[in-house]
């Protein structure tokens, strides 16, 4: 089992910059380190969609083009934790933020998800 809380959600204005933390609990004996984490968001009236990701080690990360070389995802294996650094926000990066957990990235399995953190990016 892995637990997960997203953090560092707010309302900012278009041009800002934001990061937002996903701090895991593992009731496992699979240690974090060997999960693939992921960032998602969910607009209002949208679906669900994948925004960042990372391998275990860190060393390989995956973004979709509408976020490339805005938004970089690292993690800290020692502290449990992944990070979404937001760059340049524009209005339509307003969504709910959800971290996950998984296997690869490139399998898109993903089997622990947090609650959420709502940013807002105002115009």
């Known amino acids: 089992q892995v637990h997960l809380v997203e953090s560092g959600g707010q309302l900012v204005q278009a041009g800002d910059s934001l990061k937002l933390s996903c701090a895991a609990t593992v009731a496992s004996e699979r240690p974090f380190s060997r999960y693939a984490m992921g960032w998602f968001r969910r607009a209002p009236g949208k679906e669900r969609t994948f925004v960042a990701g990372i391998s275990w080690s860190g060393g390989d990360t995956y973004y979709p083009d509408s976020v490339k070389g805005r938004f970089t995802i690292s993690r800290d294996n020692a502290e449990n934790t992944v990070y979404l650094q937001m760059m340049s926000l524009k209005p339509e990066d307003t969504a709910v933020y959800y971290c996950?957990?998984?296997?690869?990235?490139?399998?898109?399995?993903?089997?622990?998800w947090g609650q959420g953190t709502q940013v807002t990016v105002s115009s």
């Open positions: 996950a957990a998984g296997t690869t990235v490139a399998g898109n399995l993903w089997d622990y």
